[in-house]
């Protein structure tokens, strides 16, 4: 189907007085791979694969100043009830020599910050904080919560936040970002506080070498009085066709009860471009959980990785990937490993 037909479609329902500079874009992924997972007992099952379909526009306000908006939503190609409006992103903001502004709901800066060291498609993320915070009950070293469905989300890390305020900033080689998220879920009559979370990350380049640093505060996210801050620090460089990335994260959570857990975790990652194909790995390693004033024992872990990508075209790619993360202790290891294509437009 015509894509400049409906984005013009689009833009009429959105906008019918637009002028004749703005621009509406079409945009999405449509992935779907084979996997074998064996977290659920060598599952094998296809998957999404965070595939998602966007409209996003600006409009000219004249003085170097436009207004812009986004609203990206979740699709499942392999079952339509995942599928959902808005479910990912949604923006409305200004912006102009000052920077931005906006407001909605989205990934938070910080979140947007260890991402740089997720090389992989699919949709089971890269990052240090699947098993970062844990604490022990009758069945052993567990972490500190999980949802309904079993699916880690320690000490209420926000990968998206609502009722966020942002603020973005660039210049020739610096990229600056600040939100600021509201639970409002503040209740007197059951003197629940409010939930906030303030992030951010700072992007930089100095010569051949980047960096980033980024740092995530959440304060009453799981009751009242709960705290969790993240830190990330990183960098990387390139050698001709090598890129390679290392990173620190510090997790510290807080909450009565619980006491105070404490986690350093080191990632390191590598990509490669090999005639056409693009050939990446990593590792992260946690560092033993402190827990109040000790160390968990068997609290390590290890997750590494190692994917190709193989284009057929400037926008779909064929992807082979398998990960996996060990543990120290009587915890089950984990591994997944993928085949799918994945096609951008």
Partial sequence: MNKKFIALAVAAAVAPAAFAGDEVVLYGQVNVAAVVDNTKDSLFKIDGQSSRIGVKGTESLGNGMSAWFQIESKVAPDDAKESGFATREGWVGLKGDFGGVQLGRGKSAFTKAYEEFDLWYQADSFAPFDYGLQTYNDSGLVPVMVDADGNRNDAGYKYRTDNTVRYTYAAEGLDV???????????????????????????????????????????????????????????????????????????????????????????????????????????????????????????????????????????????TEYMATNFSGATKDTSYFSVGAYHSF
Avoid at 197 to 205: D, Q, R
Avoid at 241 to 269: C, M, Q
Avoid at 276 to 297: A, F, P, Q, R
């Fill in 177 to 319: 970002t600040i939100d600021y998220a509201v639970g409002e879920n503040k209740n007197d009559s059951t003197k629940t506080k409010e939930a906030t979370n303030l992030s951010y990350s700072v992007k930089g380049t100095l010569g051949d070498y980047w960096y980033i640093v980024g740092a995530n505060m959440g304060r009453n996210l799981r009751m009242n009085g709960s705290k969790l801050n993240n830190l990330l620090l990183g960098g990387g460089t390139t050698f001709g066709d090598l890129a390679v990335g290392a990173g620190f994260t510090r997790s510290v959570f807080s909450e009565a009860g619980y006491g105070t857990g404490k986690r350093n975790s080191y990632i390191l990652n590598a990509s490669y471009a090999l005639e056409g194909n693009s050939l990446y790995g990593g590792v992260i390693v946690g560092d033993k959980l402190k827990h109040n004033i000790g160390k968990l024992e068997d609290s390590r872990f290890v997750r590494y990785g190692a994917g190709l990508a193989v284009p057929l075209s400037k926008r779909t790619n064929i992807v």
